[in-house]
């Protein structure tokens, strides 16, 4: 399969409204590789008129952060490994964790695009909140709020660019 957007970052930062928001229909819920938890949403969208696939990760990961750590990192490396794009969802709302650091050194090392994504920029406030997040070392980023849509398009129009 060609065009794979992998979504990641630790549980409750939106990665699932996000991808709601853009698919169109499920492909597959269940991971077929036998001792991969099942965890794992796939679905396909367009934008601009390109084609790509969807990677939801961490379905299945509630809770504290602590206990569901090698879970994320699994599901980090896993998307590093299919995917052609990352997208890093974080949360305006909380700021940046000890987990969105563990993910940020993960993906710092990857050639492959990585775009960094502040969610939950409801207001103009947490736009100025975003800046914080530049911290993360992985450069520009871009404030979405996959609740109502705001500032998707700008991030889709890169996307597929880079896909
Ligand atoms: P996931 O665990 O990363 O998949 O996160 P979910 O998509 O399940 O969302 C976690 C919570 O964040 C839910 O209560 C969502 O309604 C909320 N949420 C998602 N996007 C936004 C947003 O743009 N703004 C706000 N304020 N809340 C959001
Ligand atoms: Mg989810």
Known sequence: MNNIVAIVGRPNVGKSTFFNRLIQRREAIVDAVSGVTRDRNYGKSEWNGKEFSVIDTGGYIKGSED???AEIRRQVELAIDEADVILFIVDVEEG?????????????????????????VDNAMRVKDAVEFYSLGLGEYF???????SGTGELLDALVEVL
Do not use: H
């Open 96 to 120: 940046i964790t000890p987990m969105d650091d563990e993910v940020a050194k993960l993906l710092r090392k990857v050639t492959k695009p990585v775009m960094l994504v502040v969610n939950k």
């Open 143 to 149: 404030t979405i709020a996959g609740m109502n849509g």
């Open 67 to 69: 206990v569901f750590e």
